[in-house]
């Protein structure tokens, strides 16, 4: 995606930056996890009306409500990539593909 900043030139964001983005975002919302490790559990898609599309696939804690962590997903997400880049996404996608047992003495150690 490409923006213009001033006389001077103009920058580009990648679609990997919104996928970093994205990542970190979401290791700051509780009871989610990544199906896979790094930013890579985030795919970004940027169309040629430079519109951003975000898919992230994760696995939840057994139950939770589902909604409301989504909606939390999403609205971490779109927050923080609109702070840091100013675009706002077009879509957020999540992709929930199963769930996490845990531990109650692993959740204790977090604490």
């Known amino acids: 995606m490409e923006f213009e900043k001033n006389e001077i030139g103009s920058y580009t964001i990648s679609e990997k930056a919104f996928e970093d983005i994205a990542s970190i975002a979401v290791k700051n919302v509780k009871n989610v996890y990544p199906v896979k ?3 890579e559990f ?6 040629k009306n430079n519109e951003v599309t975000i898919k992230i696939s994760l696995r939840v804690k057994q ?3 589902i909604v ?3 909606s939390k997903v999403q609205d971490e997400v779109m927050e923080s990539i609109l702070i840091m880049t100013g675009v706002e996404c077009k879509k957020i996608n999540i992709d929930i593909q199963g769930f996490e047992k845990t531990d109650p003495k692993k959740e204790s150690q977090k604490k």
Do not use: A, Q
């Open 63 to 65: 139950g939770v409500d």
């Open 37 to 39: 490790k790094d930013s």
């Open 42 to 47: 985030v795919e970004c898609k940027i169309n």
């Open 68 to 70: 409301k962590l989504c």
